[in-house]
């Protein structure tokens, strides 16, 4: 049964970026869009640019400290970040996406996770093959991954990282979600916020999102054997 979209955005931990009209919506057109996607250059970039959005996006919700500054004319009084977040990302489709919130958090440490679907059988598995982090006690951490399925790989992956401590703040990204990932997500990381670009319609039956854009590591990087 697919959950109910208006009862998870209602949620108030679910934060939808095209939800209005903006630059936002182009970028993601452009991600769905079959002709353009035949540019991986695009694409990638494309991935960017939303991860540059939604990371601005999320910079209001982080903690700020009052600092004057010396121009060269005189003195200016401005709002500094206090403490840069831990971006994280599972490869390698979440690289480009990564890299949009690095452009911003210019001073933030990386995560890496590596992270695979397992589908020898009807039922979807996830294993997590290597994952390198600082230290994320008392941290702000954003967990990026540009589709967010069935949500079980950003659920394990996020378990897997609390052996490096316990963030004090969670937000996870993604470009495109599925109700049922979203779903899972929130309850197995309740005390995650959400920020997507879009929330889509549904999970097929190979677990992939309807509409969605397809493989976002094949169309950024190429196709694998």
């Known amino acids: 049964m697919v959950p109910d ?5 209602q949620s108030g931990r679910v934060h939808i970026v095209c939800a209005e009209p903006s630059i936002a919506n182009h970028f993601l057109a452009e991600l769905r869009d079959v002709t353009v996607q035949r540019d991986s250059l695009r694409f990638r970039r494309n991935l960017q640019r939303l991860g540059e959005i939604i990371a601005y996006r999320i910079s209001s919700q982080l903690d700020y400290r009052h600092k004057t500054v010396q121009t060269p004319l ?3 009084e401005g709002e500094l970040l206090e403490d840069f977040p831990v971006l994280a990302t599972v490869l390698r489709a979440g690289l480009p996406f990564h890299q949009g ?3 911003y ?4 440490p990386s995560a890496f ?6 589908e020898a059988t009807s039922r979807v598995e996830v294993q997590v093959d290597y994952l390198a982090a600082p230290d994320l006690n008392g941290r702000v951490l954003i967990l990026a991954d540009p589709m967010l399925a ?3 790989s950003l659920a394990l992956t996020y378990r897997a ?7 004090r703040q969670v937000h996870i990204a993604a470009v495109i979600a599925s109700p049922e990932g979203v779903q899972h997500v929130m309850q197995e990381v309740p005390e995650a916020q959400l920020w997507l670009a879009a929330l889509d319609d549904h999970l097929n039956e190979h677990a992939y999102i309807v509409p969605g854009l397809g493989d976002a590591g094949d169309l950024a990087y190429g196709s694998k054997l």
């Not at 996770?113 to 397992?118: C, G, L």
Request: zero cysteines.
């Open 5 to 9: 979209l208006d009862a998870l955005t």
């Open 74 to 76: 005189a003195e200016s």
């Open 101 to 103: 919130f690095l452009n």
């Open 105 to 108: 958090f210019d001073q933030s």
């Open 113 to 118: 996770v590596a992270a695979y679907r397992i």
């Open 150 to 152: 069935t949500g079980k």
């Open 161 to 167: 990282m609390l052996r490096f401590g316990r963030p």
